[in-house]
C-alpha cells in the first residue's frame, strides 16, 4: 500500500452481514438500510456513531495545553492557526509477517497499559487489557492506548497490513503516513462509542442479532451498555480523516 492509496480502501472489508459482524462496536443509532463509505468509517469495518460524519466539520473547543512530550506520548496545545487538539500522525505499513507485527505493538505499546481486541471469520476475541501474545488463531485486530491504536489485517499469505493512528509526529519504523497537517481532537459524543449487546447476570453483552455473546472484561464494564471513548483526527480543512479509540484512564 502506498501513501497516496486511500486507506480505507485498503484496510476496509465489505461490510458484513449482522450476525457475522467483525468488531463488536455499534452505532448509537440505526445505521441507514444501505451505509454509504466514508473517511470517517473505522479502517476494521466498525460502524460509527451518525452524529460523527466525514463531511462535517469539527469546531470543537482547543483542547487544553499539555507538556512537551517523548515520542508516543501526548504533545501540547493547539496549533498556530487556531485549530483545535494536538498534532496527530496517520501511517501505513504493508507485509509484516506475524512475528514482526507482534513485534511493532510490543514496541510501539512498550508500557504494556493498552487494551486489545482479535477475531477471525469464525470468532471475535474478548477485549482484553494489555498486548496480544500470538496471532495463530486470528486474521484482524486492534490495540489502542491513551495516545495510540494499531489495527491490522491480511495482506496475503501469512502477512499483515498495519494502520497506526497517533498524536505527535513521530510513527512506528516502516510506516509511511497518510495525511499531513492531522489534529486530534476529543470526540463529541463524551461517553464514547456504542458496543454491541446489553450486559447480562454473567457479565458477557448479548445481542440478538449476534450468534455469541461478546466479552468485554479486559474494559472492567459493569454499565448496561458498554461504551469506548474516542478521539477524531481532523484535517486542516475541519474534516474528519480518521477515528481513534483511546482510554479515559491507563491500566496496568
Keep these: 500500500m502506498s501513501a497516496d492509496q486511500h486507506p480505507e480502501e485498503q484496510l476496509a472489508p465489505a461490510p458484513p452481514a449482522a450476525d457475522d459482524r467483525p468488531l463488536p462496536l455499534a452505532p448509537s443509532d440505526a445505521p ?11 479502517v476494521a469495518g ?32 493547539a ?12 501511517a501505513v505499513r504493508d507485509d509484516l509477517t506475524a512475528d514482526a507485527l507482534l513485534a511493532l505493538l510490543r514496541a510501539t505499546f512498550a508500557d504494556g497499559r493498552a487494551h486489545y481486541w482479535v477475531a477471525c471469520p469464525e470468532a471475535l476475541g474478548p477485549i482484553s ?10 486474521s484482524e485486530g486492534r490495540v489502542w492506548s491513551a495516545v495510540a491504536e494499531m489495527r491490522w489485517h491480511p495482506s496475503g ?17 516502516g510506516f509511511q503516513p497518510l495525511s ?9 459524543e463524551a461517553d464514547g ?12 453483552y448479548g445481542e440478538p442479532r449476534l450468534p455469541r455473546p461478546l466479552d468485554y472484561a479486559g474494559l472492567g464494564a459493569t454499565a448496561p451498555e458498554a461504551r469506548l471513548p474516542y ?15 483511546t482510554t479515559l484512564t491507563e491500566t496496568g
Excluded: K
Excluded at 441507514?32 to 473505522?42: D, H, K, L, Y
Excluded at 499531513?180 to 463529541?188: C, G, I
Excluded at 462509542?193 to 458477557?204: E, K, V
Design 46 to 77: 466498525d460502524m460509527l456513531p451518525q452524529s460523527v460524519h466525514a463531511e462535517t466539520p469539527v469546531d470543537a473547543e482547543p483542547a487544553s495545553d499539555e507538556a512537551a512530550a517523548e515520542p508516543g506520548e501526548p504533545p501540547a496545545d
Design 157 to 173: 499469505a501469512a502477512r499483515f497490513s498495519a494502520l497506526y493512528l497517533g498524536e505527535g509526529d513521530a510513527r512506528p519504523e
Design 129 to 138: 487489557a494489555g498486548l496480544p501474545t500470538d496471532l495463530d488463531d486470528w
Design 193 to 204: 462509542l456504542f458496543l454491541w449487546g446489553t450486559r447480562a447476570a454473567d457479565g458477557l
Design 231 to 245: 478521539r477524531l483526527l481532523v484535517g486542516a480543512d475541519g474534516q474528519v480523516r480518521f477515528i481513534r479509540l
Design 32 to 42: 441507514p438500510a444501505t451505509p454509504t463509505p466514508t473517511p470517517a468509517t473505522n
Design 180 to 188: 499531513d497537517e492531522l489534529r486530534a481532537v476529543p470526540s463529541a
Design 79 to 90: 496549533a498556530a492557526d487556531g485549530r483545535p487538539g494536538v498534532p496527530a500522525i496517520a
